[in-house]
């Protein structure tokens, strides 16, 4: 059982998305959304790297590109 409601690992990341929000991970979802996360001026961006960090951004946009490579 996860003790923190944010994920820590690739594998929590893809269950919270494809479970729990119900998204499909699309190539097309994917690259906007790592197009967004490598763009710093994006709001969405800012607004995450300002609530969980630099840290935690950088993985986020590490999983996506990991999920890219899966397709």
């Not at 710093?40 to 840290?55: K, W």
Request: charged share 25%; with cysteine; aromatic share 8%.
């Amino acid at each position: 059982m996860r003790k923190s409601i944010i994920p820590q690992s690739y594998e929590e990341w893809r269950h919270c998305i494809v479970v729990e929000c119900g998204l499909d991970l699309t190539s097309s979802f994917i690259e906007e959304r790592i197009s967004s996360l490598q763009n710093d001026r994006d709001s969405h961006t800012r607004q995450l790297a300002r609530l969980y960090g630099q840290q935690h951004l950088q993985k986020v946009l590490s999983w996506f590109m990991q999920a890219q490579k899966m397709l």
